[in-house]
């Protein structure tokens, strides 16, 4: 376990000299101090209160401050601190409320000085002041932090948070009056602590609580935070407002920060619970350790430096009953155990490539891509030759490919989703109206799709005509399923409601002149119809007339012109009816090769009585027996995971809103699931948030419906007393005064309410919005600089 490497500091007139090396405890301890020249080391916890000096290859127990028969609950240390000022006097924070000060110069064996029994509960956090030798501050579980002066016997100032438990209290080692002290309740405040009826400055600082906190040994301003939401915070406080400027994300709850010595960015971090490491950070590199401590074998309750000027040595107390000194050199680095290389595109389309430094410079000669528009971007810092890491050449350089803006444009996707209609009308215009959406942006495909949706779902008699006329008439492409219907496959007795009417050449919609041994559209010579915008010659014989009229129909009042039936050249009608006249058929059959004949022969071919249809009405019949409505389900299914696999989203969403129940059961509940979260997450990107909304209303997806039931609850604060509001009302419990006042006119807010979130005052929305345009401090005169947005 033990690493050879050695280590020599001159620090002045001392040296430090020493390696990486541990010693065994006689119990877990809960946390450690180390003395003012880092040649001793105190360890304290529930069962254990030693000190160690700092050999050169060792450590070696000097004194067992845990004396007597039957040592007290004044023994159980919570934590303890070394005077940086006087090398004898130490304190010890009890489990039993009861703060303890410690006297090595004492000639007994007991060196019990002081104590102080003026806490309730236990005392989480000890400090001495860093330049006053009789000033110490405790902060307990019972809320109230108290400053006791050495040479009297009861506590001089008592300050208190309003709030949770305190965690940690620490001295600012730059500003003589001030300490930061953490609570439970996530929340940092900053006293002075010749005023202990207030604080100077609250706020909120992490989501839960917060463990601890470290001035910087440098900077003035710099506070660091650590808290349960397993983040690091760097704050400057040398602003108006706590400016968080760094954050370092880590892998669990954080117990303990400390930073650096003579590396004004580094900082040493270990955890509560699960992580047994130790990490220390670059807090502007916040997503990698630049080191990282592994010895230990359970939680690490307490670190340390060894010297205010050393960055070198590290010391740690465990769980594991373990005491280490770390090496820097010997701390292990996740940099060489990273991945350098990585592959990422944007939102939109530009991709960015990383790869090891060492591996583009060397490839000088390769090609420069079109899109190549920046130089690379070394993402990892040039590091300082002084630090212990100088010799790491894993380096990544980064290299972004910009698409071309025009190209790249994601206008079509916001353009689609603002104007597509998914719910409201009958499926007949929901497919036709997104099918002219799609078809204006140029999304043809898109538009032909909606298209074969709505007469694959929509029956054709339920069709009004004007959609008819749009879809079926010139320049119209949406008779697909027609193009392979055959007369001879027609069953008998269809059409046998309608008989043909001619009249000097005019050919009605309605009645249709067939040939019973032709198709009525010819696959092999009409393969232009399905994708092209000119329709094919649908029927033969002579018929002349528009195609926008021969394709208009009134299926409410089929016969509505058909008043009077007339032969052009006989004087009386058939008085019987002719049903399969085979002499008609074979007529026809001498005509069968000649498409368009002459008016003469049109006219005497009207004078056989031969069964007319109507078009739609055959389309619809086939339809109707032959086809189940499940048909196309399976064609569907596989259109949707076309769409998503080809990275449209929104087409497979939309078809699935539209579709609802007719396709549902083809999809499983879980590609629903993702297909949805990734339209949503791509209409939040592109901030339509009413869009998305809407879709996760309209969803068929369980898991989906629920998205915009969650997190609906406001909390509040009363604008007079800072205390959280109950749900009753707008009457604060507590200070029994209404919190909706304007801060401008001074009368309640019975309508819209806007509030600052930094200051807890607001008003009426439009005084509000009229004041903050002349004026950027708050209306009730507390000095805040508000904003509204």
Known sequence: MEKMARVTTALGGNTITGRTMFCHLDAPANAISVCRDAAQVVVAGRNIFK????????????????VGRK??????????????????????????GVVVTWNLGKPSRNKQDQLFTEHKRTVNKVCFHPTEVYMLLSGSQDGYMKCFDLRKKDSVSTFSGQSESVRDVQFSIRDYFTFAATFENGNVQLWDIRRPDRYERMFTAHNGPVFCCDWHLEDRGWLATGG??????????????????????????VARVKWRPECKHHIATCSMMVDHNIYVWDVRRPFIPSAMFEEHKDVTTGIVWRHLHDPYFLLSGSKDSTLYQHIFKDASQPIDRAN????????FGDLAFAAKESLISSDSNRKPYIGDRRHPIFFKRKLDPTEQFEYISSSSALSVFETDLESGSMDWFVRTAKQYVLAGRPLAELCDHNAKVAKELDRDQVAQTWTMLRIIYSSPGTVPSANLNHSLGKGSTSLPLMNSFNLKDIPPGIGNESRLERSKGESRSENILMDSSSTLINNDENEETEGSDVPADYLLGDVEGDEDELYMMDHENPHAEEQEYILPQEAFPLRHEIVDNPSALDHLQDKADSPHVSGNEAETVSLTPVESFSLISISHSLYENRLPPDFFSPIVRDMLLFYAEQGDVQMAVSVLIVLGDRIKKEIDEQTQEHWYTSYIDLLQRFQLWNISNEVIKLSTCRAINCLNQASTTLHINCSNCKRPMSNKGWICDRCRQCASMCAVCHHVVKGLFVWCQGCSHGGHLQHIMKWLE???HCPAGCGHLCEYT
């Open 228 to 253: 349960r939401d397993k983040m690091v915070k760097v704050w400057d406080m040398n602003t108006n407002r706590a400016k968080e400027i760094y954050c370092v994300q880590t892998i669990a709850s």
């Open 71 to 96: 040592p007290s609950l004044n023994f159980s240390c919570a934590d303890v601190v070394w005077h940086q000022m006087d090398e004898n006097l130490l304190a010890t924070a009890a489990t039993n």
């Open 774 to 776: 002349t004026s950027s």
């Open 340 to 347: 350098p290389e990585g592959l990422c595109y944007s939102l």
């Open 51 to 66: 000190i160690y000096s700092i050999d050169e290859d060792q450590f070696v127990e000097k004194l067992n401050l845990r």
